[in-house]
C-alpha cells in the first residue's frame, strides 16, 4: 500500500509516456521512409550511414528509455497504485484492464523486437525483417493504450499529437503501399493525403466521443470514495494506539490515515491526516467521533478550508478494512 505520494511521480509518468509515444510515431514513420522500395529510398544514400539507420536505432532505444521511466514512475506513484503483476500481466489491472493490457503488450513486444534487433547479425534477414513488422503492432497497440486509458486524452493538445502521429502513419504507410505497387499508383500523392486525413479525423472522433475522458476533480470538496486499507494496534497497560491506514478510490483518490491514543473508557489523543492525489495537498486534523467500525473526523486544508470526513467499514481478515469514505466541506 502506498502511504506517500508525489505529484512530481505522477507528472513524470504521464510526460514520460507522451514523449514515448511521440518518439515512436517518429521511428515508425522514419522506418517506413527508410525501406527497401519506399518513395525516395535512394535520397538516404546521400547520407552517412550514422546519420540513417543508427539515428533510427538511437530513437528506438530513446523509445525503451522513455517507457522505462513511464512504467517505473507509474509502480512508485500512489495515484493510481499498480502492483507489479498488474504492470507485467496483460488483463490483470483494475484500472480500463483492456487499455491498459494493450500498453503492457506494446511494451513487451518491444522488447522483444529489441532482443531480435541486438541479435540481427546472427539471424537470417528475412526473419529479422518479418519481426520488425511488428513494429507497427506496437505503434497501434500503444496508440489504442493511450487514447483509451491516458489522462490527458481529452485535453485540445494531446488530441492534437494523436491525430498528427496517425495521419503520418497512416499516410507513410500508404505512400509505401503505393510504391511497392500494392495500391494503384492513382492514390499519390492526394490518396496518401485523403487516408492520412481520414485516419486522423477517425481518431479525433474516437477522443471525442466513446474514449472521451471526464477528468477527475482537483482536491474535491465533497466526494463519496471506496475505502479500503487495514488496522494496527498496539496495547500497553493503561494505553493502546490505534491506527488506521487506508485508501479511498473513485471520484477522488485519497489516502487517509488515522491515529488513536485510548485511554480506559476515554479518547485520550487523536490525529488524522488525509492528502488529496495526485496534487499531493494534506488535510491534517483530529477525530471527533470513533464508532465501532468507523469514525468521524474533520481537518483544514493549505487554503484554510475544512471537510468533515466520516469513514465507516467491515473488518475482513488480518485487520484489513472495506468501506465508505464520505468526505463533506465544512
Known amino acids: 500500500m502506498h502511504l506517500t505520494s508525489s505529484p512530481i511521480d505522477w507528472y513524470a509518468a504521464r510526460a ?8 515512436l510515431s517518429v521511428v515508425v514513420t522514419f522506418g517506413i521512409a527508410l ?6 529510398r535512394g535520397r538516404w544514400r546521400r547520407w552517412p550511414m550514422f546519420a540513417v539507420e543508427d539515428v533510427h536505432r538511437a530513437g528506438g532505444l530513446l523509445v525503451g528509455t522513455f517507457i522505462a521511466i513511464h512504467v517505473v514512475t507509474i509502480a512508485i506513484d500512489s495515484f493510481l497504485p499498480f502492483s507489479l503483476g498488474q504492470l507485467v500481466v496483460p488483463l490483470a489491472s483494475t484500472y480500463r484492464p483492456l487499455w491498459v493490457a494493450l500498453g503492457i503488450v506494446a511494451a513487451e513486444l518491444l522488447l522483444a523486437l529489441a532482443i531480435t534487433n541486438h541479435y540481427r547479425d546472427r539471424m537470417p534477414r528475412r526473419w529479422w525483417r518479418a519481426a520488425h513488422y511488428a513494429n507497427f503492432a506496437v505503434w497501434a497497440a500503444a496508440t489504442l493504450h493511450g487514447m483509451g486509458s491516458g489522462t490527458d486524452r481529452s485535453a485540445p493538445w494531446m488530441m492534437a499529437i494523436y491525430a498528427a502521429a496517425v495521419a503520418a502513419v ?7 503501399l503505393v510504391a511497392a505497387g500494392k495500391l494503384s499508383r492513382r ?5 496518401v ?7 486522423a479525423l477517425l481518431a479525433l472522433a474516437l477522443l471525442a466521443g466513446p474514449l472521451h475522458a471526464h477528468p477527475r476533480p482537483w482536491n474535491a470538496a465533497a466526494f463519496t470514495d471506496t475505502l479500503a486499507g487495514r488496522i494496527v ?3 500497553a497497560v493503561t494505553r493502546a494506539i490505534v491506527s488506521m491506514a487506508g485508501q479511498g478510490t473513485g471520484h477522488q483518490n485519497v489516502l487517509v490515515r488515522a491515529d488513536l491514543l485510548l485511554a480506559p473508557s476515554r479518547l485520550e489523543n487523536t490525529s488524522f491526516r488525509m492528502e488529496f492525489l495526485p496534487s499531493g495537498a494534506i488535510c491534517s486534523g483530529r477525530v471527533s ?12 486544508m493549505p487554503d484554510g478550508s475544512s471537510r468533515r470526513v466520516h ?4 473488518l475482513g481478515s488480518s485487520a484489513r478494512l472495506h468501506g465508505l469514505l464520505d468526505v463533506r466541506s465544512s
Open 311 to 314: 469513514a465507516q467499514w467491515r
Open 187 to 191: 492514390l499519390q500523392p492526394a490518396g
Open 233 to 235: 494496534q498496539q496495547s
Open 289 to 300: 467521533a470513533v464508532r465501532h467500525f468507523g469514525f468521524e473526523a474533520r481537518c483544514r
Open 16 to 23: 514520460a509516456g507522451i514523449v514515448a509515444y511521440v518518439l
Open 35 to 40: 525501406a527497401g522500395r519506399a518513395p525516395g
Open 170 to 176: 497512416t499516410g507513410a504507410l500508404v505512400w509505401r
Open 193 to 199: 493525403l485523403s487516408a492520412g486525413g481520414a485516419a
